[in-house]
């Protein structure tokens, strides 16, 4: 559980800060990025003396002691600050490192306690879900994790910690689809930084696991879950087993292209392109977008209805084959400064309504 310190004070404050208060936190900062600890302490401490009723002073005095690794000194400050009836600005932030600091020192008991108990609080804070979701994964509790991870996304769309972290637990099955997807959503939510590259390797080793291509032949299994339920006496396939049919349209013209160049290996980002270019075509095609709402799939359309979809996927791939990208890119860079401006003005922003959950039965 690795958070940045910079704590957006400003943002999270509903009061108005003493211009020398305020001036003595952002100095605390400064000094705790250069690792200047004590002098960090000092400052903000004369800053809590100037506002007691903002959080902001003694939420760093704790990121001070986080840093270090010192956790269980951090926990008297987070603690101050969930158990402090003077704050104005009091977020869920404040709940969640609290936690973080009681399950680094040990007492995970604590710490879960801590996350259920902000949520109360703050009901709609998927980053609480996420936590306590981080602290089962710790443990190999993936079952639990997986259920506060998706609970994250369905509670709070826009937050990419759920998503991420959905994803990471179903890549280590062989529900490949729900690991693709969560991953997708998340990289769209955010959009760069090492969290970002990571998962952009994450999904292309998925997708070479979901897909096996011989000289001749191909396999593909991006689920396993092929239950059908019966709806008005029709048999309905969960969505992922409904895309995996539509996948599978595009691997044809892969093998006839592999058999004449004679290409052998993983897939090349062109051709996990033409996948998808026919996963989605088909999927609209057959009017599966009404029987599976989904917003992702939706955003899929809109690009390739732009014909943006080629840069958008090179992009969610980059970091499998990064020559092959660098080599695109350098082709195709009007292409993709189209495709970046569009998703400048198009950010993603996911309702509860329809954002994607996998269908996994959380379990107490």
């Not at 603690?79 to 007492?107: E, F, H, R």
Request: glycine letters at 6%; a neutral charge; aromatic letters at 12%.
């Amino acid at each position: 559980m690795k958070y940045w310190f910079l704590f957006v004070f400003i943002v999270l404050s509903k009061v108005v800060l003493a211009q020398s208060a305020e001036d003595y936190i952002r100095q605390g900062i400064a000094e705790m990025e250069a690792g200047q600890y004590a002098a960090a302490l000092d400052l903000l401490q004369k800053a809590e003396k100037m506002a007691p009723e903002n959080m902001a002073p003694v939420y760093e005095m704790g990121m001070v002691y986080y840093l270090q690794k010192k956790y269980k000194q951090a926990v008297p400050f987070f603690q101050k600050i969930v158990q402090g009836p003077q704050y104005k600005n009091t977020d869920a932030l404040a709940w969640a490192m609290l936690g973080n600091a009681q399950s680094l020192s040990g007492d995970s008991a604590a710490a879960v306690n801590t996350y259920q108990e902000g949520r109360k609080k703050f009901p709609q804070s998927g980053r609480l879900f996420m936590e306590e979701g981080h602290l089962y994964t710790q443990h190999g509790d993936y079952s639990k994790a997986l259920c506060c991870y998706e609970t994250a996304v369905k509670t709070e769309p826009v937050f990419p910690g759920g998503s991420r972290g959905a994803a990471t637990i179903w890549a280590i099955t062989d529900e490949r689809f729900h690991a693709l997807h969560f991953g997708e959503l998340f990289m769209n939510l955010e959009t760069g930084g090492e969290r970002n590259e990571n998962m952009s390797e994450l999904l292309y080793k998925i997708i070479n696991e979901a897909v096996t291509l011989t000289d001749t032949t191909a396999e593909v299994t991006l689920t396993k879950n092929m239950l059908a339920t019966v709806e008005k006496g029709k048999p309905v396939l969960p969505l992922a087993a409904s895309y995996e049919s539509c996948f599978m349209m595009g691997i044809s013209s892969i093998l006839i292209q592999r058999g004449n160049n004679k290409t052998r290996g993983p897939l090349h980002l062109q051709e996990i392109v033409s996948l998808y270019r026919v996963a989605n075509a088909q999927w609209f095609d057959r009017g599966l977008h009404k029987k599976y709402p989904d917003e992702l799939l939706d955003r899929q359309q809109k690009l390739l209805d732009k014909t943006l979809l080629e840069p958008y996927v090179y992009w969610l791939f980059r970091k499998g084959r990064p020559e092959e990208y660098k080599e695109w890119l350098s082709k195709n860079k009007e292409l993709f400064d189209q495709f970046k401006t569009w998703m400048e003005k198009n950010s993603y922003a996911p309702t509860s309504k329809k954002v994607y959950q996998s269908g996994f039965a959380c379990k107490n």
